[in-house]
């Protein structure tokens, strides 16, 4: 079967850095996102990996490793505002996003 | 990025009656359509997906006659929530795709349907 896996739940620092991994089995893979949503709000594109190596943007850096089925999002700087669900999904052989239960990230002051 | 909007945002109604959310990809034209399920702190779930002009195709345990789609154009799909019960309370969010490269779906805001 598909299977997306990322932590529950993770509390970090204001200011600090944060690593929320992903890993995946699934039928074929055509690409990994990262999804950011906030509470009773819809999910908001982050990232975007298809070929190994790390894709960095402002404060939010992903990295993709096809060999391992493995993923992180690494935010650094972080903010008050950065507290939400992140959300890891794979795209398969159908074009379909399986998608991760989510990391609840808190930061605390 | 593309922009995606939804209607209504919030609906709530009776029990027994039926509720239709419109989907409406505003600057793209979307040659598949999603639509989500979301109960409080659990992840997505995906119910169907529609592509422009075809009947869409329902995920598992998905009651097609309950929840009817129809996504009659590139830039509009409908969600229609027959007889909406207490247990159809939920946030529903519609996603669009386009022919980028990345087949990268773009979110509607959802719409958080209550029933009475």
């Known amino acids: 079967g598909q299977n997306i896996d990322q932590p529950t739940e993770m509390t970090a620092t204001e200011g600090a850095i944060v690593q929320i991994n992903c890993t995946y089995q699934?039928?074929?893979?055509?690409?990994l996102f990262w999804y950011q949503q906030h509470a009773g709000e819809a999910p908001t594109f982050l990232s975007y990996?298809?070929l190994d190596g790390l894709e960095e943007k402002g404060r939010f850096s992903s990295f993709l490793s096809r060999s391992k089925g493995y993923s992180y999002l690494l935010l650094k700087e972080l903010q008050m505002k950065d507290s939400a669900s992140y959300l890891c999904?794979?795209?398969?052989?159908?074009?379909?996003?399986?998608w991760g239960a989510g990391t609840k990230l808190i930061i605390k002051p | 990025g593309a922009v995606v909007s939804q209607h209504p945002s919030w609906v709530i109604c009776k029990s027994g009656t039926s509720v239709k959310i419109e989907c409406r990809s505003l600057d793209f034209q979307a040659t598949t359509m999603f639509w989500y399920r979301q109960f409080p702190k659990q992840s997505l779930m995906l119910m169907a997906t529609?592509?422009?002009?075809?009947?869409?195709?329902?995920e598992q345990g998905v009651e097609k006659d309950k929840f009817l789609i129809n996504h009659a154009s590139l830039t509009l799909s409908t969600l229609t929530v027959t007889s909406a019960h207490p247990e159809d309370s939920s946030f529903y969010i519609c996603?669009?795709?386009?022919?980028?490269?990345?087949?990268?779906?773009?979110f509607g805001p959802g719409t958080r349907l209550t029933v009475l």
């Open positions: 699934t039928s074929g893979f055509n690409g």
């Open positions: 990996n298809v």
């Open positions: 996603s669009a795709r386009g022919t980028s490269e990345r087949n990268e779906q773009f």
């Open positions: 529609s592509n422009e002009g075809s009947k869409a195709t329902y």
């Open positions: 999904a794979v795209m398969d052989s159908n074009y379909q996003l399986i």
